[in-house]
């Protein structure tokens, strides 16, 4: 269950495009391997930016990446240690640490772990993704804050509402996009969830 990070819907979906980076040529077990993956994504589309190529070639990043986090997963182990009692704080200071190679820390079931970081996707891609994209990816940084421990959401009510919120709002403002991206599953999804609301 700890390795639950996100209980959204994938926003990354597959395609038949024939992706322009070979992420095979990059070893999930060495700690720079996102980092390096990034820098060939950048090389790639340096003058393909905003385009629907870019946005393809990101949810083939999203895979390496998965696989990047769980080899690094299997390698990292953070000791059970707080500062001055707070948990958050700990996180805080193993986050610092793993930030750098795309990495953030979480807890649950009373075990630190590693992640990957929506906000380091955010920061590495926004200036190349379509601005559909870009709006999606921004949002998605608050979800480096842990949204649900052990089958119950952590978060108030309200901030379940307004994920429903912002959805419904993009979807006015980008209707194709969100009618080919499914943007109504992740409103469905969490309308369904405020009905067991602390319960997932």
């Known amino acids: 269950m700890k390795k639950i990070f996100l209980i959204l819907p994938a926003i990354f979906i597959s395609t038949t495009y024939t992706f322009a980076v070979d992420y095979s040529q990059f070893d999930v077990n060495d700690i720079n391997a996102a980092n390096k993956a990034v820098k060939a994504y950048h090389e790639e589309f340096k003058d393909k930016r905003r385009t629907k190529e870019a946005d393809e070639e990101l949810e083939k990043f999203w895979d390496f990446y998965l696989q990047f986090e769980n080899a690094q997963s299997d390698k990292i182990y953070l000791p059970y240690t707080t500062v001055n009692g707070s948990i958050a704080k700990q996180i805080k200071i193993y986050s610092k640490q793993y930030y750098k190679y795309g990495l953030i820390a979480q807890f649950d079931e009373g075990e630190f772990f590693i992640v990957p970081s929506r906000k380091y996707l955010y920061r590495n891609f926004r200036y190349y993704v379509t601005k559909e994209k870009q709006a999606l990816m921004k949002f998605d940084t608050q979800f480096d804050e842990r949204v ?50 602390p319960n997932i």
């Open 148 to 197: 649900v421990s052990d089958l119950r959401f952590i978060v108030p009510k309200s901030k379940i509402e307004s994920y429903i919120k912002f959805y419904k709002k993009f979807y006015k403002k980008y209707p194709e996009y969100s009618k080919t991206h499914n943007i109504d599953e992740f409103i469905k999804y969490y309308e369904d969830k405020l009905i067991n609301y």
